[in-house]
């Protein structure tokens, strides 16, 4: 019988693997059995500090080999855990713990400590946590106290492009459908050691624990050092298999390997999501990297996981991000919402069991965007536009904040950004938008060029129309926490260029 708790996940891995590596984070390693006896020993201690089902357990502690199984403890006390990413700005930390109410912080950072305490939240850190891990009780709970399969088991805060963050509502069977739908396409082996260098905080880097624990393999937790000159240097020592990635972290892998006398990873598999991956970084990597094979996926907080494309396939079919995964669908609609033929342009909606539940207290946002058509199970209204070929390969135009107007014709960042890379010379790219007021978009780009020899170079990869009004060269780009091009912090250079 398939799992549709997310603790089962570990319960099933460690029933038929319980001495096999599970996760390591460089220093430490634990099986699969110790993850899972620490697990339950965990949620005996969130019960006993008063945690009951429901609850939200506020987690912001390292991702080290202690992390996945106070995860499936929260998960097996029937709570609901989320992931913070410290240090943060105050005003975003006391957002979230406003607005999710945890009835327990983890944490040991001072600052979110000093406001949990101030909001009389209790607060337990690391050492209090790995003493219950080792001694704690051994007996799980009845069965009946559990969770059910319906019931949330995770709050994932995500940026929107305006406000503070936003939670998505994940119940235990929409984590673990997306969970076995993302691992039939991409195959994890019980031999892969799958290196996460992302936050956890990021759905892309939380649900590589879930991922590695379906296959069986051995993951690898990697620090944020590890995403900058490090990261060659630990994908040898760890051994690994699988990366995901995303585009910043490929453009600075590419940059290591073509280093003199650089050493070579045993990387089988890269993945990719969260922004679209230069085709020419990509053929970079293969180059150097012979045995290398690559998934591209699109998706959606809201949903994990959209589409994947089969292996390679980026190369028969330039520009697709993928197929829907077994058992959902993608398709678009026109402005008024009418569902569209193949081939034809709109906004992508989403259906399937991998559809999450809505947004954390935040009803007229969830009626937007988790729309239910006759009754049934609502479809995501993602906002973002593309096109579905006859095949059911779905090729994204454009996020719903990166679509813009330049001299008159619809351009998307997006394709700015790929055009971009095209360029000889450019190491990395993003484009922002034209805020009100302001005529033309800014090209921010990497690169040993001056700024008006990189529009005219662009000129040969994109319609004159779509060459944005200006362009700035910095030493390096802006990122957010999760590797994306920091857009805000690109407004924020424009407006003192302005100013």
């Known amino acids: 019988m ?22 390591d984070d460089g220093t430490t390693c634990r099986t699969y059995r110790q993850v899972r006896d620490a697990s339950v020993r965990l949620a005996g201690r969130l019960r006993a500090d008063g945690v009951r089902r429901g609850d939200r357990v506020l987690v912001a502690l390292p991702a080290d080999a202690a992390l996945p199984a106070l995860l499936y403890a929260v998960s097996r006390a029937g709570a609901v855990f989320v992931v913070v990413r410290t240090p943060a700005p105050d005003v975003a930390l006391a957002h979230v713990l406003d607005d999710a109410e945890p009835a327990l912080v983890l944490t040991d950072d001072a600052a979110l400590g000093a406001l949990a305490r101030a909001r009389r939240l209790p607060v337990r850190g690391a050492a209090d946590l790995a003493r219950a891990a080792a001694t704690g009780d051994d007996a799980d709970a009845p069965a009946g106290d559990g969770p059910l399969s319906v019931d949330p088991v995770c709050l994932i805060y995500t940026s929107g492009s305006t406000g503070m963050p936003k939670a998505v509502v994940s ?11 993302i691992q039939s396409e991409l195959r994890y082996r019980p031999d892969d050691v799958v290196h996460d260098v992302l936050p956890t905080s990021f759905d892309y880097g939380l649900y590589q624990i879930f991922l590695s ?16 000159g490090r990261l060659l240097v630990s994908l040898v020592e760890s051994g690994a298999t699988v990366l995901p990635c995303v585009p910043s972290l490929a453009v600075n892998l590419l940059r290591l390997l073509g280093r003199p006398g650089a050493p070579r990873p045993r990387l089988r598999l890269v993945t990719n999501t969260g922004a679209a991956m230069p085709p020419e970084v990509l ?13 591209l996926m699109f998706g959606l907080t809201e949903c994990k996981r959209a589409a994947i494309m089969p292996p390679d ?22 402005a008024e919402g009418r569902r569209q033929p193949a081939g034809v342009t709109g906004e992508l909606v989403v259906r399937g069991p991998h559809v999450m539940a809505g947004y954390w207290r935040r009803p007229e946002l969830t009626a937007e965007r988790f729309r239910r058509v006759h009754g049934l199970f609502p479809q995501l209204h993602t906002g973002d536009h593309g096109r579905v070929d006859t095949d059911g390969y779905v090729h994204f135009a454009g996020r719903r904040d990166d679509v813009y107007k330049e001299k ?14 095209r360029v000889d010379g450019v190491d990395a790219a993003g484009v922002l938008p034209p805020a009100d007021g302001h005529d033309g978009a800014t090209l921010f780009v990497v ?32 990122l957010t926490g999760n590797g994306k091009v920091d857009r805000r912090a690109l407004a924020r250079l424009a407006g003192e260029r302005r100013g």
Do not use: N, W
């Not at 997310?6 to 693997?17: I, K, P, Q, S």
């Not at 008159?408 to 890379?421: C, H, I, L, N, W």
């Open 2 to 23: 398939s799992a549709t708790l997310l603790h089962e996940l570990l319960d099933a891995t460690a029933a038929t693997r319980p001495d096999a590596p599970a996760v």
């Open 171 to 181: 119940t235990h069977a929409q984590v673990t459908f997306a969970v076995r739908a």
């Open 213 to 228: 624990t379906m296959a069986g393999a051995r993951l690898r937790l990697g620090d944020p050092a590890e995403t900058g």
């Open 283 to 295: 053929a970079g990597l293969r180059r150097l990297l012979p045995d290398l094979t690559v998934q």
């Open 313 to 334: 396939e980026d190369l028969r079919r330039p520009g697709a991000c993928g197929r829907a995964l077994p058992g959902t669908e993608i398709f678009t609609v026109d």
């Open 408 to 421: 008159g014709t619809r351009v998307s960042a997006t394709e700015v950004e790929a055009a971009a890379y």
């Open 447 to 478: 690169a040993a060029l001056a700024p008006g020899d990189v529009l005219r170079r662009l000129r040969g990869q994109l319609e004159e129309m779509k060459v944005p009004a200006r362009c700035v060269v910095l030493p390096d780009l802006p």
